[in-house]
């Protein structure tokens, strides 16, 4: 069956490591995407990705880092910089391109929940 | 950049009609969504709009109104299991990649 895994489910960090947070679809998406949600809150864009080994910065980008070395996979690494980590973090991804682009959705993974310690 | 706005929190009464609303400003308006999320888990999508008008789809409905950048979801014979939150989210090309920013969220509770 075709669709998003994310990985791991929990996640805990200590103060002052770098984390990567695994982002993998089979469903031959073009775009992917990584939100952060915290408690209570909406999702808020951190990375997007259109196209292997390109990305943008999202609305909140700072102490984040991406990849997209495959068409599949959009690891997110969270930094040392990253002063407030602890939140839910959501990855996506949708068709661009071709006619069923328009009204086709994003596909969300099960989500990261990740705690710094 | 983007602005969508959504109320933060509504109650409803089972076997009722709710309407949650959704106003957004985007200068490269593609497309809007609305997602269901239940507590810690994903979103779920619901339903997208793209012209204006009513799409219908079950017991939930949605309108767009492009020209007022104004959204609504329309759920009806409410269910318990509609407690959960309703993202509206809008699809941005004005960079020429497609971005996809969603609003705040607004809770829904349904009480018996």
């Known amino acids: 069956d075709g669709g998003i895994t994310q990985s791991p489910k929990y996640l805990f960090r200590k103060e002052g490591q770098n984390v990567t947070l695994s982002c993998e679809q089979n469903l031959n998406h073009d775009a992917m995407y990584w939100y952060r949600q915290d408690p209570g809150q909406g999702l808020r864009l951190i990375y997007y990705?259109?196209?292997?080994?390109?990305?943008q910065k999202g609305d909140i980008a700072e102490g984040y880092s991406v990849s997209r070395e495959k068409k599949e996979s959009f690891p997110l690494t969270v930094t040392s910089a990253q002063k407030n980590p602890t939140a839910f973090y959501l990855c996506?991804?949708?068709?661009?391109?071709?006619?069923?682009?328009?009204?086709?959705?994003?596909?969300f993974g099960q989500g990261t929940r990740l705690t710094v310690v | 950049g983007q602005n969508i706005d959504q109320p933060t929190e509504m109650t409803a009464t089972e076997g009722a009609i709710v309407q949650i609303n959704c106003t957004y400003q985007t200068s490269g308006f593609n497309g809007l969504f609305w997602y269901q999320q239940h507590a810690g888990e994903a979103p779920t999508f619901l339903s997208y709009n793209v012209l204006d008008g009513l799409e219908e789809k079950g017991r939930f409905s949605s309108f767009l109104s492009r020209s007022k950048g104004y959204s609504y979801l329309l759920l009806k014979e409410l269910q318990m299991k509609d407690s959960a939150s309703y993202l509206c989210?809008?699809?941005?090309?004005?960079?020429?990649?497609?971005?996809?920013?969603f609003g705040t969220g607004t809770r829904l509770l349904v009480s018996p």
């Open positions: 996506a991804s949708s068709i661009v391109w071709g006619p069923a682009a328009g009204g086709t959705e994003a596909f």
């Open positions: 990705s259109q196209i292997v080994n390109d990305f």
């Open positions: 989210a809008v699809r941005d090309m004005n960079t020429g990649f497609q971005k996809l920013v």
